[in-house]
């Protein structure tokens, strides 16, 4: 059994509120490999209660418990951190940006600047780091979603649309796989599709193309200006 259909056996078992004693016990999966695939679906209070084996009711307090410290834990890492990072300058935004592009932005097509992510988080700083470097309006951004046949479309263009502060008018019509999102539950991080944010503009898309050029020419390391050099006339 492929690790996709045995992932999906196991989250089907936990959504009936199966315990991991008791999950492992059916499909054979270690509970290592179940903390990793269950960290989002936790037993309510009310089933651990019922649990008639002591074992299982005390790992299943266990996984909560270590839940929490590990959320504790990042929180003093956050804290921590926040003092050396501080309030970014212009050029730390800049060179920022610019990483983010080199490693998740669209370099084949020059006809235009865009960066296609399923996290909020990335597209949001895309668009700070187009207004604030570039002086782009927001408005002139387009946005095309890439969804699965199974997920409602104008659902997920209100989620889109409002987490991003971008108009409906701006989005595009929506590519649709074939594919069930169900299908892909296994990589996680695609609830709400993958989500392309684009700005028209041969002129940016030669600016941005030679600034990471000169990065890596600074950087002296060649392999990777070879992977920006200017297309072939």
């Given at each position: 059994?492929?690790n996709i259909?045995?992932?999906?056996?196991?989250?089907?078992?936990?959504?009936?509120?199966?315990?991991?004693?008791?999950?492992?016990?059916?499909?054979?999966?270690?509970?290592?490999t179940l903390?990793?695939?269950?960290?989002?679906?936790?037993?309510?209070?009310?089933?651990?209660?019922?649990?008639?084996?002591?074992?299982?009711?005390?790992?299943?307090?266990?996984?909560?418990?270590?839940?929490?410290?590990?959320?504790?834990?990042?929180?003093?890492?956050?804290?921590?951190?926040?003092?050396?990072?501080?309030?970014?300058?212009?050029?730390?935004?800049?060179?920022?940006?610019?990483?983010?592009?080199?490693?998740?932005?669209?370099?084949?097509?020059?006809?235009?600047?865009?960066?296609?992510?399923?996290?909020?988080?990335?597209?949001?700083?895309?668009?700070?780091?187009?207004?604030?470097?570039?002086?782009?309006?927001?408005?002139?951004?387009?946005?095309?979603?890439?969804?699965?046949?199974?997920?409602?479309?104008?659902?997920?263009?209100?989620?889109?649309?409002?987490?991003?502060?971008?108009?409906?008018?701006?989005?595009?019509?929506?590519?649709?796989?074939?594919?069930?999102?169900?299908?892909?539950?296994?990589?996680?991080?695609?609830?709400?599709?993958?989500?392309?944010?684009?700005?028209?503009?041969?002129?940016?898309?030669?600016?941005?193309?030679?600034?990471?050029?000169?990065?890596?020419?600074?950087?002296?390391?060649?392999?990777?200006?070879?992977?920006?050099?200017?297309?072939?006339?």
């Open positions: 059994m492929s259909k045995l992932r999906e056996k196991v989250i089907f078992l936990r959504k009936r509120n199966l315990s991991y004693s008791q999950i492992k016990n059916r499909l054979g999966v270690p509970k290592s903390s990793s695939w269950l960290k989002d679906y936790p037993l309510p209070k009310s089933i651990i209660k019922k649990l008639r084996d002591r074992n299982e009711s005390r790992i299943e307090k266990f996984r909560q418990t270590m839940a929490k410290k590990r959320v504790l834990k990042l929180e003093e890492i956050y804290s921590a951190e926040k003092n050396n990072i501080k309030k970014l300058s212009r050029r730390d935004i800049m060179l920022t940006g610019l990483a983010l592009y080199w490693g998740e932005g669209s370099k084949s097509d020059w006809s235009k600047v865009a960066i296609t992510n399923t996290d909020p988080d990335i597209l949001k700083f895309f668009i700070v780091w187009l207004k604030n470097i570039y002086e782009i309006n927001k408005k002139d951004l387009v946005v095309t979603l890439h969804l699965y046949n199974d997920m409602n479309i104008k659902k997920e263009t209100n989620y889109w649309s409002k987490i991003l502060e971008i108009s409906h008018k701006q989005f595009r019509k929506p590519y649709i796989k074939n594919t069930n999102l169900s299908r892909i539950n296994h990589k996680g991080g695609f609830g709400h599709g993958t989500c392309r944010i684009a700005f028209y503009s041969v002129e940016l898309k030669q600016k941005i193309m030679m600034q990471l050029r000169l990065v890596a020419e600074t950087a002296k390391y060649a392999p990777i200006a070879q992977l920006v050099r200017a297309p072939d006339l």
